[in-house]
């Protein structure tokens, strides 16, 4: 499927505004864009989900998560949780009434473009869902459903509390060596050649591209970039990279997993080019 452009758009406000400040694009800046976390589904759905009627105040304090959030994804945020759990419930309640399990919403760019033309026609018939029978649904029901939804599952994920959410608590990359870590392989297996889950910020359509399947019932990340590389053309001792695990494929080498945390939490380190720099 067509990408919706959402990450290319939000490279280009970057972009645009180091230059207007004066900001030299560099390897620096081009490092830190990649770890831009900036979220565009908050940007759509923030504002129709603080105007939604909310029930108790149970809910309310979750959707208090979402008042004065800077709309990012980081593996800290409580506000990025609620909102992750939130959209998958609105896709949930919106969509699996009328397609069939293959086609249910992944939740990734094209969705948000459905439900952000959706979003301006309170009556649609897609916001209906035909499982409550002798009851049509509007806008506003399905979002305040969502948010209600949304509370209780992450009550029952990370505690009753909303303040102590983290979005990195179920938002983990957890690689899997593609022979012998898969669930028809004996535990202490798989415990010896898959790493160690990480908490990581991102998310689907976002810069900081770590992909997840809000069909699945699911947070852990599907899909993400497997090495984070800069290359400056005008000083090639000066680019840099990271890669997911390690440059071994062996899991008895040091050099197995042991750059995965550094990629998890967006650290980078020196690519030499010149035999100077090498050496």
Do not use: C
């Not at 759509?44 to 909310?54: T, Y």
């Not at 108790?56 to 409580?78: H, K, N, P």
């Not at 028809?184 to 790493?195: A, E, H, K, Y």
């Amino acid at each position: 499927d067509w990408d919706r452009g959402y990450r290319s758009q939000r490279i280009r406000e970057l972009l645009e505004q180091a230059i207007a400040d004066g900001t030299p694009v560099d390897a620096a800046l081009a490092t830190s864009m990649q770890l831009d976390d900036a979220n565009p589904f908050a940007e759509v759905l923030v504002p129709q989900l603080l105007g939604a009627p909310v029930a108790d105040d149970f809910t309310r304090q979750g959707v208090d998560l979402l008042r004065g959030w800077d709309r990012t994804t980081a593996a800290d945020s409580a506000a990025a949780a609620y909102f992750a759990a939130v959209w998958a419930t609105l896709l949930e309640l919106t969509f699996w009434d009328d397609l069939p399990e293959s086609q249910w919403p992944d939740g990734g760019s094209r969705w948000l473009g459905v439900v952000e033309d959706l979003l301006g026609d309170p009556d649609n018939p897609w916001w209906d869902d035909r499982r409550t029978v002798n009851v049509v649904e509007s806008r506003d029901e399905i979002l305040s459903r969502a948010l209600e939804s949304a509370r209780l599952r992450l009550t029952v994920d990370l505690g009753k509390n909303p303040e102590e959410w983290r979005w990195g608590a179920v938002h983990v990359a957890a690689p899997q060596h593609p022979v012998l870590g898969g669930a028809g392989v004996p535990q202490p297996v798989r415990r010896l050649v898959n790493p160690t889950p990480q908490a990581v910020s991102g998310g689907s359509a976002i810069v900081d591209a770590t992909s997840w399947d809000a069909a699945s019932g699911s947070f852990a990340v599907t899909a993400a970039p497997v090495i984070r590389m800069v290359v400056d053309l005008g000083d090639l001792d000066a680019s840099t990279w990271v890669t997911m695990t390690g440059t071994s494929g062996h899991p008895g080498s040091v050099h197995y997993t042991n750059q995965l945390d550094a990629w998890a939490s967006g650290e980078t380190f020196p690519w030499p080019f010149s035999r100077s720099a090498v050496e």
